[in-house]
């Protein structure tokens, strides 16, 4: 039997997230990222626009994040809750360090530090106006909604090796 290795001793959980995710070699790689910075720099008036001395996007931020955290909260713990059996056994791949279970756990991890940095420099953005700030609130902002897309992507493979683990269980 193999000894698991949940954890690089010493690491805590944002060094052992972003180290199973894959680092910042991971997010230039992701189509994602680049299309959140070529929205960001083709549409600048989506975080130049003011309604009075606010700017709309801190607005419409942070009316919608937040929902979109409880979503990506709720999906980790849905995972956990139902990953039992034999299904949990090949999700864990036998407890490597990198096993699919921690990959998809550092992708909603992601997702919801995206997020909350989105909401973060939101609500810092309505007090600090300035464009430098607004355009990296509106990247973060774009790369959490497209997050969405990554982590229901992770959710149908999921669903993809449950469904082949319930059909080998059977007769």
């Known amino acids: 039997m193999t000894k698991p290795s949940a954890s690089v001793p010493g690491e805590n959980a944002f060094q052992g997230y972003w180290?199973?995710?894959?680092?910042?070699?991971?997010?230039?790689?992701?189509?994602?990222?680049?299309?959140?910075?070529?929205?960001?720099?083709?549409?600048?008036?989506?975080?130049?626009?003011?309604?009075?001395?606010?700017?709309?996007?801190?607005?419409?931020?942070?009316?919608?994040?937040?929902?979109?955290l409880g979503f990506a909260l709720g999906g980790m713990a849905i995972m956990l809750a139902f990953s039992s059996g034999k299904f949990l056994e090949a999700i864990r791949q036998k407890g490597k360090d990198n096993s699919y279970l921690r990959k998809i756990m550092a992708s909603f991890?992601?997702?919801?530090?995206?997020?909350?940095?989105?909401i973060l420099t939101a609500y810092i953005s309505r007090f600090y106006d300035n464009d430098y700030l607004s355009a990296v609130g509106v990247f973060l902002s774009y790369y959490g909604i497209l997050l969405v897309l990554a982590t229901a992507s992770r959710i149908w493979h999921t669903a993809r090796i449950f469904n082949a683990v319930s059909d080998a269980e059977k007769p």
């Open 19 to 68: 180290r199973v995710f894959g680092g910042t070699w991971q997010i230039l790689r992701s189509t994602y990222f680049w299309i959140s910075g070529i929205l960001t720099l083709t549409l600048p008036k989506v975080w130049q626009t003011k309604d009075g001395s606010e700017r709309v996007w801190t607005g419409i931020t942070l009316d919608v994040t937040p929902s979109l």
């Open 109 to 118: 991890f992601h997702f919801c530090v995206v997020l909350t940095a989105s």
